[in-house]
């Protein structure tokens, strides 16, 4: 299976930014997609991760409120709806797919697929 992300950009702080994630075959129900986001010097961070079958949704602490994930499965395409963006949001954006258990959904080891990344920065 192939990641492909878009949709990062430049944006000022306060703006919003819309990130796409198409994967290249059908999923096996039972996975999650999600994304990391990885900022210079700083580690892997979780963002945001749905199932599959829209089921469940998580969120990192950083970005409840204001990310919103989504999934089109019909088109194997997860989308991240990233609104009031603001400096410290500023990092490669990856998408992610694996078959993490519930409890360790933000376990970026047990996603066994990845992106290319994809820049997001916000400007202050």
């Known amino acids: 299976v192939q990641l492909q992300a878009s949709g990062g950009g430049l944006v000022q702080a306060g703006g919003s930014l819309r990130l796409s994630c198409a994967a290249s075959?059908?999923?096996?129900?039972?996975?999650?997609m999600g994304w990391f986001r990885q900022a210079p010097g700083k580690e892997r961070e979780f963002v945001a991760t749905i199932r599959r079958d829209g089921g469940y949704k998580y969120y990192g602490d950083s970005v409840k409120g204001r990310f919103t994930i989504s999934g089109d499965f019909a088109k194997n395409t997860v989308h991240l709806q990233m609104d009031s963006l603001k400096p410290e949001d500023t990092a490669v954006y990856y998408c992610?797919?694996?078959?993490?258990?519930?409890?360790?959904?933000?376990?970026?080891?047990?996603?066994?697929?990845w992106g290319q990344g994809t820049l997001v920065t916000v400007s202050s």
């Open positions: 992610a797919m694996g078959r993490p258990i519930l409890s360790e959904y933000h376990n970026s080891e047990l996603y066994t697929h």
């Open positions: 075959e059908r999923t096996f129900s039972g996975r999650f």
